[in-house]
């Protein structure tokens, strides 16, 4: 399992999406996948101090792994993520459109279990 990382480049997803992905097609499909790893904890946007706060968390479609203050970056921010995983949710999203992944509860617990032990940091 890949762990995906936002840029801290704003404004730079719209010439890396694949054709056919938009921008609100890619957060839908981030938020659509299943949280693995979740806290009581809200974290201050990095970029507004006057924005909404962010959860702490992480979510899987079972091959790569994001925290949702990366769902929420791409949203207000247009922050870029590796272009293998902007592919991998451009097919998936023309394969079966809003469907959200169904994901084996062994790679869930895979991911959880990579982000307890520090291996995502």
Not at 16 to 44: D, F, N, Q
Not at 82 to 102: I, K, M, S, T
Request: net charge negative; aromatic share 8%; proline share 6%.
């Amino acid at each position: 399992m890949e762990k995906i990382v936002h840029s801290n480049e704003r404004g730079s997803i719209s010439r890396l999406l694949p054709e056919g992905l938009t921008k609100t097609a890619l957060v839908r499909y981030m938020r659509s996948c299943p949280v693995v790893l979740s806290a009581r904890k809200l974290l201050p946007d990095r970029f507004d101090p006057n924005a909404k706060h962010i959860s702490l968390g992480y979510a899987s479609d079972g091959v790569f792994i994001w925290s949702a203050e990366t769902e929420e970056y791409i949203e207000r921010y247009e922050m870029s993520v590796p272009e293998n995983f902007l592919r991998h949710v451009a097919e998936y999203v023309a394969d079966h459109g809003e469907e959200p992944p169904q994901v084996q509860t062994e790679l869930l617990r895979e991911a959880t279990e990579a982000l307890q032990s520090g291996r995502f940091r």
